[in-house]
């Protein structure tokens, strides 16, 4: 069974950019988390998606938005983007919501210029 | 606000040895804890997980003990191997909150 898929692996953007990123999770899944990871702060919760609906939201400005399609993939996305948004962005996926054991994907490095 | 903290960013220890890594939360709501193995350029993977019911579980060489009183719990890695060195989470959750991760203890066993 395949694991969870990010893409892009690695982005470059520059300050007032936007993006978007993007996550496959195992097949089966429909719950899917977004956390950012930054030295020193660990993992920061951004959001959960199940279902096609928000379950939950982390405490990051409304520039931080996502989204999850019909077959449980998943897109975030990042506008007016600011030097301290550099960071790695894991998405996790699960069975169900976050109680359950999570299985992270590689993640996508941010890094704004 | 970090409800759930590892204050040791980094351990070192000699193989064979025994690693603690402990990890402190706030939230008397949680009431499921993991803990998570990550290395560079890939994403965490799951170690060990235990539920607030119980005080203590094992798996091979991975043991997490949980003081709820103390709302603390620690890994205890027994033998330590070079191939544990890694950056282990610990994250805690309850069942319509999200999980919340620690910001992780760097792990070095040496030769």
């Known amino acids: 069974k395949a694991g969870v898929t990010q893409t892009p692996r690695y982005l470059i953007k520059t300050r007032g950019q936007q993006v978007t990123l993007s996550c496959s999770p195992i097949?089966?899944?429909?719950?899917v988390s977004w956390y950012q990871q930054t030295p020193g702060q660990g993992l920061q919760f951004l959001f959960e998606?199940?279902?096609?609906?928000?379950?939950n939201k982390g405490n990051f400005p409304g520039r931080f938005s996502g989204r999850q399609f019909s077959n449980s993939r998943s897109e975030m996305n990042v506008s007016t983007l600011e030097l301290g948004d550099s960071a790695l962005y894991l998405c996790?996926?699960?069975?169900?919501?976050?109680?359950?054991?999570?299985?992270f994907g590689p993640g996508t490095r941010l890094t704004v210029l | 606000d970090q409800q759930v903290k590892q204050n040791s960013p980094s351990l070192s220890v000699q193989e064979g040895r025994i690693s603690i890594l402990n990890c402190d939360y706030t939230?008397?709501?949680?009431?499921?804890f993991l803990w998570y193995k990550k290395y560079p350029a890939e994403g965490p993977t799951f170690l060990i997980s235990?539920?607030?019911?119980?005080d203590k579980n094992e798996d091979g060489r991975f043991t997490v003990f949980l003081n709820k009183s103390a709302k603390h719990l620690s890994l205890h890695i027994v033998p330590s191997q070079p191939g544990d060195s890694a950056v282990y989470f610990c994250a805690a959750s309850s069942n319509n909150n999200d999980m919340r991760f620690g910001a992780g203890t760097r792990l070095t066993v040496k030769p």
């Open positions: 097949s089966g899944h429909r719950s």
């Open positions: 996790a996926s699960s069975l169900e919501p976050s109680y359950n054991e999570q299985f």
């Open positions: 939230n008397s709501m949680f009431d499921y």
């Open positions: 235990i539920s607030s019911i119980k």
């Open positions: 998606y199940f279902s096609e609906t928000q379950r």
